[in-house]
């Protein structure tokens, strides 16, 4: 037994000294940042998998703010696997396999697809794969289930199309010559070789800072875990091609953790970035990386619903943790991840300054619109769940725990569980918390005269408060309104 030396510390134990700046304007610094060794960011913000936090919707958000949601594991791999096609499809400039139809099909079938992938039209293809004709949900608005598409479709010889080389200019401009929503592509026989739409086009435009892969579509994680069907996930993932694959477990200083980084990297070489953890020393950010880790996730204990510090005792403050996982991570030049514990736009400046490249959050993002599950009303106000995925409900499910603890199985958990499960606010668009949490970014790294992420840590000296000058960090002597 020894004591560590040194104190551990935490985001609201310090804050960062300003000093003298060349940053005019907080628009002058940029976000960007490495997510992991292959992938770039335009924020440093990732969103925890948890499945009251990360599917589809939170995913495609995020990565339109550019930033990135790793999809949670709490699923079936075909559910997990359609979440991540789903982002892979929200946008693309070209959909190289766009939804098709059988000209002998029904109206009502293609009503059935188009409700079923949420898309407004499909391409009718024979056989053959030839282009046909193409029919929109205003084709089949008044006509009875059972006429067959090829009487309601608009047929190739009205369509505008074009050829494999087009560009994105000349797309555009077909598209608003002829007033068409979509742009079939087609190769001399009429084959089917892809789709370029005008929501595409217009959502590239509208999200000018999206995180985007080599072929123009939004940047997705996925977690796995460690055990069971961990490597056929990790197979499916990485087929429906996920970024990353995020290794989701709660002590990544295991051996067993440490070994399915290795195989992983081994099964898939540097076609898929691995994420090893959750650390929260050097040595475990050392031997993490050590087994090809494309980066490395910190924090044992500082979630918001994580109750691991009180269950087991185990844990190191988050701004130590991170500061001690960077000493290892920069020797190797390999991205630290800080997840969890953050509340407010100014510890997210604080984990980058102690040597964090992102940061990963649940709790803040809960209780969206773009969070899994429905809202409810309590006292007039609305809420959503949110929950820590090593809390009973998320381990049993909601079901078990309600026939009561006399169950074996539920008994069995509930003397160790290490998270909770709570509601949180309703807090609208997961957008303006962003943009609140980029713009504290922005203001930290001007104090600090940073241009950028890397500046900023260059520059960061850390000052040590107390409990009055915590007092005096959140106004106070005011009535808040
Ligand atoms: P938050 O942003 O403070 O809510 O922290 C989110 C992080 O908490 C996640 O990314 C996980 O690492 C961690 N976490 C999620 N569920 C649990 C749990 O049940 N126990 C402990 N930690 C958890």
Same mark, same amino acid.
């Given at each position: 037994?020894?004591?560590?030396?040194?104190?551990?510390?935490?985001?609201?134990?310090?804050?960062?000294?300003?000093?003298?700046?060349?940053?005019?304007?907080?628009?002058?610094?940029?976000?960007?940042?490495?997510?992991?060794?292959?992938?770039?960011?335009?924020?440093?913000?990732?969103?925890?998998?948890?499945?009251?936090?990360?599917?589809?919707?939170?995913?495609?958000?995020?990565?339109?703010?550019?930033?990135?949601?790793?999809?949670?594991?709490?699923?079936?791999?075909?559910?997990?696997?359609?979440?991540?096609?789903?982002?892979?499809?929200?946008?693309?400039?070209?959909?190289?396999?766009?939804?098709?139809?059988?000209?002998?099909?029904?109206?009502?079938?293609?009503?059935?697809?188009?409700?079923?992938?949420? $898309?407004?039209? #499909?391409?009718? =293809?024979? +056989? &053959?794969?030839?282009? *046909? !004709?193409?029919? /929109?949900?205003? %084709? @089949?608005?008044?006509?009875?289930?059972?006429?067959?598409?090829?009487?309601?479709?608009?047929?190739?010889?009205?369509?505008?199309?074009?050829?494999?080389?087009?560009?994105?200019?000349?797309?555009?401009?077909?598209?608003?010559?002829?007033? $068409?929503?979509? #742009?079939?592509? =087609?190769? +001399? &026989?009429?084959?089917? *070789? !892809?789709?370029? /739409?005008?929501? %595409? @086009?217009?959502?590239?435009?509208?999200?000018?800072?999206?995180?985007?892969?080599?072929?123009?579509?939004?940047?997705?994680?996925?977690?796995?875990?460690?055990?069971?069907?961990?490597?056929?996930?990790?197979?499916?993932?990485?087929?429906?091609?996920?970024?990353?694959?995020?290794?989701?477990?709660?002590?990544?200083?295991?051996?067993?953790?440490?070994?399915?980084?290795?195989?992983?990297?081994?099964?898939?070489?540097?076609?898929?970035?691995?994420?090893?953890?959750?650390?929260?020393?050097?040595?475990?950010?050392?031997?993490?990386?050590?087994?090809?880790?494309?980066?490395?996730?910190?924090?044992?204990?500082?979630?918001?619903?994580?109750?691991?510090?009180?269950?087991?005792?185990?844990?190191?403050?988050?701004?130590?943790?991170?500061?001690?996982?960077?000493?290892?991570?920069?020797?190797?030049?390999?991205?630290?991840?800080?997840?969890?514990?953050?509340?407010?736009?100014?510890?997210?400046?604080?984990?980058?300054?102690?040597?964090?490249?992102?940061?990963?959050?649940?709790?803040?993002?809960?209780?969206?619109?773009?969070?899994?599950?429905?809202?409810?009303?309590?006292?007039?106000?609305?809420?959503?769940?949110?929950?820590?995925?090593?809390?009973?409900?998320?381990?049993?499910?909601?079901?078990?725990?309600?026939?009561?603890?006399?169950?074996?199985?539920?008994?069995?958990?509930?003397?160790?569980?290490?998270?909770?499960?709570?509601?949180?606010?309703?807090?609208?668009?997961?957008?303006?918390?962003?943009?609140?949490?980029?713009?504290?970014?922005?203001?930290?790294?001007?104090?600090?005269?940073?241009?950028?992420?890397?500046?900023?840590?260059?520059?960061?000296?850390?000052?040590?408060?107390?409990?009055?000058?915590?007092?005096?960090?959140?106004?106070?002597?005011?009535?808040?309104?």
């Amino acid at each position: 037994m020894r004591i560590a030396d040194g104190q551990g510390l935490t985001f609201d134990d310090v804050l960062l000294k300003p000093r003298l700046s060349r940053v005019r304007s907080r628009s002058e610094v940029d976000t960007s940042t490495w997510f992991t060794r292959r992938i770039r960011l335009n924020i440093p913000l990732v969103s925890s998998p948890m499945d009251t936090v990360t599917e589809h919707m939170m995913a495609i958000a995020l990565a339109r703010l550019g930033g990135i949601g790793i999809i949670h594991r709490f699923t079936s791999i075909e559910r997990q696997v359609a979440e991540i096609r789903k982002v892979k499809r929200a946008e693309n400039i070209v959909i190289r396999d766009p939804y098709s139809i059988s000209p002998d099909a029904t109206v009502g079938e293609a009503r059935r697809l188009m409700e079923e992938k949420g $898309v407004s039209g #499909l391409l009718v =293809v024979g +056989e &053959d794969g030839r282009l *046909k !004709g193409i029919v /929109t949900s205003r %084709d @089949i608005l008044f006509q009875g289930d059972d006429v067959p598409v090829r009487e309601v479709m608009t047929p190739r010889e009205r369509m505008v199309v074009a050829h494999e080389e087009i560009d994105l200019e000349s797309a555009k401009k077909l598209l608003w010559r002829h007033r $068409v929503e979509k #742009l079939p592509i =087609v190769d +001399e &026989d009429w084959r089917v *070789k !892809g789709l370029i /739409t005008a929501a %595409d @086009i217009i959502k590239k435009i509208r999200y000018p800072n999206a995180a985007r892969d080599r072929k123009g579509r939004l940047l997705v994680g996925a977690a796995v875990g460690i055990r069971g069907d961990y490597l056929e996930r990790a197979e499916k993932l990485y087929e429906a091609e996920a970024d990353a694959l995020v290794i989701d477990v709660a002590h990544g200083h295991m051996e067993r953790a440490l070994e399915v980084i290795k195989e992983l990297k081994k099964a898939f070489g540097e076609d898929i970035d691995v994420v090893g953890g959750n650390i929260a020393t050097y040595e475990g950010a050392r031997d993490v990386i050590a087994m090809g880790s494309d980066a490395v996730r910190v924090g044992i204990g500082p979630g918001s619903t994580c109750t691991t510090r009180i269950v087991a005792g185990v844990g190191v403050p988050q701004l130590t943790a991170i500061m001690e996982a960077y000493k290892a991570a920069s020797e190797a030049d390999v991205p630290v991840i800080a997840d969890g514990g953050i509340r407010n736009p100014g510890d997210v400046v604080k984990a980058l300054a102690a040597g964090a490249s992102t940061v990963m959050i649940g709790g803040l993002f809960a209780g969206t619109d773009e969070s899994p599950g429905p809202i409810v009303l309590r006292n007039g106000k609305r809420y959503k769940v949110f929950r820590g995925m090593a809390s009973l409900s998320a381990r049993v499910g909601k079901e078990a725990v309600t026939k009561g603890v006399e169950d074996t199985e539920v008994a069995e958990y509930s003397y160790s569980t290490e998270g909770v499960e709570a509601f949180v606010e309703y807090k609208g668009s997961v957008e303006d918390i962003v943009k609140r949490l980029v713009a504290g970014l922005r203001s930290g790294m001007s104090y600090l005269g940073a241009f950028d992420i890397e500046e900023l840590r260059l520059n960061a000296e850390f000052i040590v408060i107390s409990g009055a000058s915590i007092r005096e960090s959140y106004p106070h002597d005011v009535i808040l309104w």
